[in-house]
């Protein structure tokens, strides 16, 4: 009898470890469920703030794209140098209607079109800080690397069709050989040295307010020419 009241109460005491483990795992999946569903919840946050950020950054970028510039603003296009604005409006381009400035390039005698989205590419003459900072370049020392002429030839250009103002006084200033005419001098040499010189010229007699004879000798002053 005794050996029997002891099964009995093992019996008891395993069917209640069972049931506290199902509470257990009850517990520990409910729990997972809720971990799982604050997860989700945080990605769908992320998710929508990430749209919205990026909704922003397109309004900043459409906000940049305003006309800044005016009929008879003289502007510095990169490849053609100094023109002036001659119209503003809309033409025709391959069947779509496109907002173009119409530029005049006096040196070139040529009129050109750059549509108003891409008016990156232009720039507006320098100011009298920046004219005197080209000057003191003109008179400073040349520097020549030691590399081959192809290669330099090819630096000079490119900074000549940068449009920038300081990196053309760097090419008439390493190209010039001031009035020594001994000093032997290339067809492509003089050709980038005359092309920086001549987007300079230009642009200073407009900044100026000066006749082409007078900003030469200003220049040419500079670069010990006389």
Known sequence: MPIKKKSKKKAKKTKKKKFIKKIYKKKVGTSLAGKNNIRRENVFRISKNYEQKIEIEKIKKQATEKKIFKIKDYVVYPKHGVGQIFSVGTKTIGGIEVNCYEIKFTKDKAVGLLPINKQSHLRPLSNINQVNKVISILKGKPKVKRTMWSRRAQEYEQKIVS??????AEVVRDLNKGNDALVEQSYSERQLL?????????????????????????????????
């Open 163 to 168: 449009g920038k103002i300081y990196d053309l």
């Open 194 to 226: 005359e092309k920086a010189y001549d987007r300079i010229l230009n642009e200073f007699q407009i900044i100026l307010g000066i006749s082409c004879e007078q900003t030469q000798k200003k220049l040419d002053k500079a670069l010990k020419r006389i």
